[in-house]
């Protein structure tokens, strides 16, 4: 069979004599082009309810722990016959997240700590627990978590504290008093609300209108050290928030970037797929924005759940995946592939989209400007 090339994936180009693709569906790109999906399987019995947060640990011998949560509830995935054990803080139920949160997970040595507003934070100790417990040394709720250098970090503090982050002390997950071994917490003068913050060697604070990097400063009359990126660029979708390797990835208020340590946001999306990903996307459901990284094969994904979501979800709960895709080294080093993954279709999954089927489509599309439109609407 012949094998037909694809050029790559640009949506934003206008389609009249455009040397781009601008609707490939259901592969990933690869180096010799692009390559099909595998379909899609279960691999753990079903939740309780739908899932709305989830992690995996890493432990000392090498396994790894998988975290889920409900909106009530905390999970723990048997790794023998793939069933989830209730590990819920006294075997209770939590003050479920409302509409537009999620649980957030982040691991600091052998703990396993998840946050949501309406509940302490919760810790959970690889070697020894068989169920959460409430987080030591009073720390706030909080939305987001992430662990910065040797220090647990907080941000999304609640309606009192919306501009603060705050921090555990140094190697001390359960200290949170302020002035104590390095704990400490900083209110920001301007930017708006302070979003989700990305860990690592140095932290990313993300707020509506601004960036922030925080250094820690041992030895400093201050613990972190914490400059301005960006002024009036702030994060669009703060889940959306994703470490690969040393390089984070968001979704900002006017596109996608990526930030290299000690540098600045670099766009990787404009003029490729950011204006079609903000005529998708549902503005009043970001929390279903969920950036994820594929650490075996080197790329990164936007799980976008969010289009015509209100209609879908009455319909059919049924899922499908539909993934966009473009080659990693036309991205600028950025977001490799654009891909949707799930979301409910109102008639129930299409067949799943092969190169032949993808070329079809394409062919048809150069033919008739109103087929994409036609297609969204099966």
């Known amino acids: 069979m012949d094998i037909l090339p694809f050029a790559d994936w640009k949506p934003d180009l206008a389609p009249y004599k455009a040397a781009s693709s601008q609707l490939i569906e259901n592969v990933f790109p690869r180096a010799d082009g692009y390559g099909p999906v595998a379909s899609v399987s279960p691999y753990s019995q079903a939740l309780p309810a739908p899932c709305r947060g989830y992690f995996y640990a890493r432990n000392a011998d090498q396994s790894v722990t998988v975290f889920a949560a409900t909106a009530s509830k905390l999970y723990k995935l048997n790794n023998t016959d793939f069933s989830w054990s209730d590990v819920s803080k006294g075997g209770g139920s939590y003050t479920g997240v409302g509409n537009g949160e999620q649980w957030q997970f982040a691991q600091f040595n052998n703990f396993v700590i998840a946050v949501q507003i309406n509940t302490v934070p919760q810790v959970f100790d690889l070697t020894s627990s068989s169920a959460f417990a409430d987080l030591g040394g009073s720390p706030p709720p909080a939305r987001y978590v992430a662990v910065v250098n040797r220090f647990v970090v907080l941000s999304g503090l609640g309606t009192a504290t919306p501009y603060r982050i705050q921090w555990s002390g140094l190697n001390a997950v359960t200290t949170w008093t302020s002035g104590v071994n390095s704990s400490d917490f900083q209110d920001l003068p301007d930017g708006g609300v302070v979003r989700a913050i990305g860990g690592g060697e140095t932290g990313l604070i993300t707020q509506d209108g601004s960036l922030r990097r925080m250094i820690f400063a041992p030895g400093a009359p201050y613990v972190f050290q914490i400059e301005r990126v960006a002024q009036d660029k702030g994060i669009f979708a703060p889940l959306s928030l994703v470490r690969a390797g040393d390089r984070l990835f968001f979704c900002g208020n006017d596109g996608f970037y990526m930030i290299l340590p000690g540098g600045y946001p ?89 190169l032949d089927r993808c070329a079809h489509l394409l062919a048809r599309r150069r033919r008739d400007l109103g087929a994409r439109a036609a297609l969204d609407r099966r």
Do not use: C, M, N
């Not at 404009?270 to 924005?289: I, S």
């Not at 009455?314 to 891909?339: E, F």
């Open 266 to 354: 670099v766009p990787i999306g404009k003029e490729r797929f950011d204006r079609t990903f903000f005529g998708d996307v549902d503005a009043g459901q970001l929390h279903l924005v969920i950036g994820a990284s594929d650490p075996r094969h080197a790329r990164l994904l936007d799980l976008q759940i969010a289009r015509r979501l209100g209609l879908l979800v009455r319909q059919d709960p049924r899922l499908r995946l539909r993934h966009r895709a473009r080659r990693a080294d036309r991205a600028k080093r950025g977001i490799s592939r654009h891909a949707r993954a799930p979301w409910p279709h109102a008639r129930g999954p299409r067949r799943d989209l092969g």
